[in-house]
């Protein structure tokens, strides 16, 4: 009965990420993966993560093959790095290469071991990789801020809310692409199944300096494999108007590997 639940959950993400909303040639901000905004809740040492994921814009399709690397060198502290690789079609050719990277570090402040629940310290930096003609999926911008997130548990769903204020290096007040400081509020609940499967939403509210604003909404599907490996699907909308939508819908496909590695020392 649970798989039966799963797959119809995930046709639900496959199609409402196929959706098309025409809209004008502008945006606010920057793509960023929100997919996968929050960490994973669990104690492994090293993971290595490969995602693909299609996004609909209102300029045509695009993809971006993306690698993540998460290392915790301490059982308080957490790091994660991300590569993308974008694709954009152009007139009559495609345009690809790295995009922006971004690295995240993450301190528990107080909490469980198992961080499952309590308060930590967020930081993030978007490291200027990209080239400014795959704006707004890359520009080449390096931007960094930091945040809280708190994490909480009941019976039967794990609970999260973060807000990271973030500074932009390269800021375009005015024009057709938007680049400013902003504000991130978001929330995740997530329910786990028998069987190593689980499923979240995650919702997302951009703030921006100059008045600006966005909404990102997503629902993920994990589903564990067999012993460190497992699979999530992802889908995503952007709500919002014509001019502050950088995509429309997106889907994605990610396996994760976990490293064998002893359980990590509290410190």
Known sequence: MH?????SIAATIALSACLFVPASPRAIGLYTDYMSYFSPIDTARTSLLFR????????????????????????????????????????????????DGAVRAEVRVFGDTLDASGLFLIGDVRLPMGKKEFQP????????????????????????????????????????????????VALSIETEFVGGASLSFSGFGL??????????YVLSIRQAL????????????????????????????????????????EK
Request: aromatic share 10%; net charge neutral; no cysteine.
């Open 137 to 184: 999926i890359s520009y080449g911008s390096l931007d960094g801020g930091g945040g809280l997130e708190l994490r909480g548990k009941t019976t039967f769903f794990r609970l999260r809310l973060a807000s990271t204020f973030t500074l932009v290096g390269d800021r375009v007040k005015t024009g057709p692409f938007i680049h400013d400081n902003f504000t991130t």
């Open 226 to 265: 067999s012993r460190g490996i497992e699979a999530l699907v992802s889908g995503a909308l952007e709500a919002g108007t014509d001019e502050e939508r950088v995509f429309n819908s997106q889907v994605a496909l990610a396996i994760r590997y976990t490293f064998p590695s002893p359980p990590t020392d």
């Open 52 to 99: 693909q994921t299609e996004l609909q814009r209102d300029e045509g399709r695009a993809a971006i093959l993306s690698a993540e690397l998460l290392f915790r060198n301490r059982s308080r502290m957490l790091f994660r790095l991300q590569l993308p690789f974008p694709t954009v079609p152009t007139d009559g050719d495609f345009l690809y290469d790295l995009g």
């Open 3 to 7: 798989s039966n639940r799963i797959s």
């Open 207 to 216: 703030l921006f300096r100059g008045g600006g604003k966005r909404e990102i």
